[in-house]
Structures are given as structure tokens and as C-alpha cells.
């Protein structure tokens, strides 16, 4: 079986290899490490399976492959691929599911953290860059040296909307902070964590001091944070983004950092990545972006080629695994 692989250095990056992969049997791996739109029919001729993290397929390439039967994306999220038309093919499309959770809920608090602590500013702060440049704590007339509020995150309220793998593992972590836990979720009262409580999102946003999103893309989701729900958030509110960069109106909260209506915004994703220069959340005060690196830890990356592995054998075996298109 012809397997090619359109993007895979984001997931091995220079410290893990697709030698899992290739030790299958009776298995022809290509690796292309980045591949531009106008490569991916010519690098896909007579694959039956593709791996592909965030190179698309839209109709057009589906059906210029007549070959493909299988399609893999390396990631939880599957919008990259026209399910419709691929179940039309009988072309099997498979995910990765929780693989990230750990990490993602990780980096959820690194945020908060960064914000309400602001460790690594007092941490360079400190820093003594030579003679006449003493650290700041070295000339403070007091024992301590503060610029900058402090706050405690016990007894804060933490908004989360979407209670799946990552919301639940983020409702665990915070929680153990002492927090009291507010949800927007499908599930049943009694399916729900010890400590959470299913509120109703006009809620969800007026009492969380955090707000963390957890949800996945969809047309009712798209622009759930816009001027409206930012209206109904409380000023010193901090809002977490790293589910998808569109499930805010960037504009938007740009413009309630700038007017002093949202304490923070953290973010792991954008609407368009790499981004514009001219996202205005690249200039916006107290917007704390980081690279879409929540997924990106080395154990998790573990995880998601193991389970890629995992998918192509049972693809191969004739029962396919993780399948999102049945």
C-alpha cells in the first residue's frame, strides 16, 4: 500500500521519525516534510492512504484521486477534509482522537498562570544584566518588589464551554485550584464532574472571572465571542482560546482589551496561521498569544504517531479505527 504523508515535519518535527509507519508490512511510505495546495494531487497519485495534518481536501482534490481509499488527519479536528464527498467515494476518513489532552490543559493554566502571576516578567526582572544594571529586587527598599497585581485563583470562578476530553481535563486542574467550576456542555447532570455545573451560556458569561473555550468549530460556534457576549463578560474577566482561533471575532476582542472591557486574552489559535501582520491581536494590550504549540509537546506528538500508526494498520486489516465519516 502507497502511503503519503503531506506535512509531516509538524509532527516529528527534528526529535521523533515515522519509523513506526514505515515497519509495516507491505507498506511504501513517502514523507513530505510541508506541502503548498497546487502539490497535493501530484504528491498524491496512486496513494490509497494519505496523511495529512493541516493540507486540505477539498472535493476537487478527492476526486482528482481515484486511487485514494483512506484519508488521515493527524489531529482531532477534521475540517480540513469534504466528508461529504469522501463518504461518496467510500474513502474512509480517520482522526486522532485525544492525544493532546494533557498537554492542552497544560497550557490552558501556563496561560492563566502567566497572567495572574506574571512569572516570567518578575523572573526577568530579576535578572541583573551587569554592574550598573542591578536586578529590581536588588535595589527595592522592602524585602519584596511587586509592579504588577496579584491574583489568587482560589475561590475564582472558571467558565468552561465544551465539557469533552480537554474541558473535562481542564475542570480537573482547576478545580484542584480551589476554583469553582461552571460548564456549558451537552452532557447529563448526573454524567457531570464532581464540582462542575452546567449553566447556560448567557450565565457562563456574566459570573466567570476565566473563560475557557473547549469547543469544537461549527457554524453555531463560529463568532461565539463578539461584541455581544464580550458586553455581557465582567471587565476583569481573562478569556482562554485554544480550541479555534474563528470561534472569536478577533476585531472584537481586540477592541475590548483597548477599551479596558477584558482583563486578558490568551490564545494558542488564530483565525488564519500563520498569521497576518495586520491581526490586530498582535498589537492589542494584555493579548498573550503563544504559536499553536498546546499539542505540540514531544509526549503528545508521541501519542498521535502511535495512534496514526494504529489507524493504517487497521485500515490495512479491513477494520478501519477512528473513523469520522461513517
Not at 496561521?273 to 505540540?296: D, G, Q
Not at 504517531?305 to 478501519?320: C, E, L, M, R, S
Request: overall charge negative; some cysteine.
Amino acid at each position: 500500500m502507497k502511503i503519503v504523508i503531506l506535512d509531516g515535519y509538524s509532527v516529528t518535527q527534528t526529535d521523533l521519525s515515522w519509523d513506526a509507519l514505515t515497519a509495516l508490512p507491505d507498506v511504501q511510505v513517502q514523507v513530505y516534510d510541508r506541502t503548498r495546495p497546487d502539490q497535493t494531487v501530484e504528491r498524491c497519485a496512486g496513494a490509497e492512504a494519505v496523511l495529512t495534518n493541516k493540507v486540505a481536501f477539498p472535493a476537487e482534490v478527492i476526486e482528482a484521486l481515484p486511487a485514494l481509499r483512506c484519508i488521515g488527519v493527524l489531529a482531532t479536528g477534521y475540517n480540513v477534509v469534504d466528508l461529504k464527498a469522501a463518504s461518496a467515494r467510500g474513502i474512509v476518513v480517520t482522526n486522532i482522537p485525544a492525544y493532546s489532552t494533557d498537554s492542552v490543559a497544560q497550557l490552558v493554566f501556563a496561560h492563566l498562570l502567566n497572567v495572574t502571576t506574571s512569572v516570567a516578567h518578575y523572573a526577568a526582572a530579576n535578572r541583573q544584566l551587569s554592574a550598573d544594571r542591578p536586578s529590581c529586587w536588588s535595589v527595592s527598599p522592602d524585602f519584596f518588589w511587586a509592579d504588577t497585581p496579584l491574583t489568587e485563583l482560589s475561590g475564582k470562578t472558571f467558565g468552561i464551554y465544551g465539557l469533552g476530553n480537554i474541558g473535562s481535563a481542564v475542570a480537573r486542574i482547576a478545580l484542584a485550584f480551589g476554583m469553582r467550576v461552571l460548564a456549558v456542555t451537552s452532557r447529563q447532570p448526573e454524567a457531570l464532574p464532581v464540582g462542575v455545573e452546567s449553566v447556560e451560556w448567557e450565565r457562563l458569561l456574566e459570573e466567570s472571572d476565566v473563560l475557557s473555550l473547549h469547543c469544537p468549530l461549527t457554524p453555531t460556534t463560529c463568532g461565539m465571542i463578539n461584541k455581544e457576549s464580550l458586553a455581557r463578560m465582567r471587565p476583569t474577566a481573562i478569556l482562554v482560546n485554544t480550541g479555534r482561533g474563528p470561534l472569536v471575532d478577533e476585531s472584537a476582542v481586540a477592541e475590548a482589551l483597548a477599551a479596558n472591557r477584558l482583563a486578558a486574552y490568551c490564545a494558542d489559535v488564530l483565525s488564519v496561521e500563520p498569521p497576518s501582520s495586520a491581526n490586530p491581536l498582535l498589537t492589542a494590550p494584555r493579548c498573550y498569544l503563544t504559536p499553536h504549540i498546546a499539542w505540540a509537546t514531544r509526549e503528545a506528538r508521541q501519542r498521535l504517531i502511535a495512534i496514526a500508526v494504529q489507524n493504517v494498520a487497521a485500515f490495512a486489516g479491513g477494520h478501519p479505527v477512528h473513523v469520522v465519516n461513517r
